[in-house]
């Protein structure tokens, strides 16, 4: 595991690549896409986990963080979705100088919305993990406005009209302006890539799956119960790890089989 800043000079980006644990190395690279604003601290350990076990099984690995957000350069008010795209190429880059040739992205909430935004626009992912993308960028504003009213009203205080702020970080209203455009559906096409799509079994967010099936695209799907660890400190200390062996499971498959049907 080693620690290091990549990226253009003037917006350095902090990474964690894993080296691969198993001889020979695949030549599939993975890299984890965060989810945002406090989701990020609290999946932290998930998915250095998840990395661990991709390295284990002979992937190289690389988790990083957005620009303006965690330990890369940049001011919580510079984030965009189009700079965040542009960061999840750079990571990828980062893989193939480190010998990769096939590239999975594998992202969780909003990450796996960016994730699947990026495989859209670029023809250089073989393979997407997506759990509990947003299919909807509105649905997921209006989830963390919810949570952050939640955490207002939780220590008794009235929540206070704002636009520039959630959660107690920067979120100004360009950024909101540009994740409520996003959305999944229509964005698929049956192109070969593989796809992994991971939701909760109670449906507590719109589904991708129709979309994936209406596309033709080749995906698996899995449903889970876990408890949203992402909201709250549980997740500080949460690891899923049957369902983290099923992804490491599923990727080796798709890697051996060449990651395009």
């Known amino acids: 595991m080693q620690s290091l800043f990549f990226g253009p000079p003037d917006k350095q980006l902090f990474g964690v690549y894993y080296q691969p644990q198993r001889q020979p190395a695949r030549d599939c690279g993975v890299v984890l896409c965060n989810p945002l604003a406090p989701e990020l601290g609290h999946t932290c350990k998930c998915f250095h986990h998840l990395a661990l ?8 690995a690389f988790r990083f963080d957005y620009f303006g957000t965690g330990d890369s350069a940049g001011s919580g008010e510079e984030g965009s979705v189009r700079q965040w795209m542009e960061d999840i190429r750079c990571a990828t880059d980062e893989l193939r100088r480190q010998g990769c040739r096939r590239f999975c992205l594998a992202g969780l909430r909003f990450g796996a919305t960016l994730a699947a935004r990026f495989a859209t626009e670029r023809d250089a992912v073989d393979s997407l993990v997506l759990w509990e993308p947003w299919v909807s960028g509105q649905d997921c504003l209006a989830d963390l406005q919810r949570l952050h009213e939640l ?3 939780a220590a008794g205080f009235g929540c206070p009209r704002t ?5 107690g970080q920067p979120f100004p209203n360009r950024l909101r302006e540009e994740i409520r455009a996003l959305h999944l559906r229509g964005s698929f096409d049956n192109r070969g890539r593989r ?3 991971i939701e909760d079994a109670s449906g507590r967010s719109a589904s991708l799956g129709p979309d994936l099936e209406r596309s033709g695209c080749s995906f698996d799907r899995e449903t889970t119960n876990l408890p949203p660890f992402w909201e709250d400190n549980l997740g500080l200390a949460f690891v899923p790890r049957p369902l983290l062996e099923r992804i490491v499971t599923w990727v080796s498959e798709v890697s051996i089989s060449g990651g395009r049907r």
């Open 53 to 60: 076990l991709l390295a284990q099984a002979g992937f190289a």
């Open 151 to 153: 955490a207002f009203t």
């Open 195 to 197: 796809v992994l799509l």
């Open 163 to 167: 636009e520039e702020e959630m959660l």
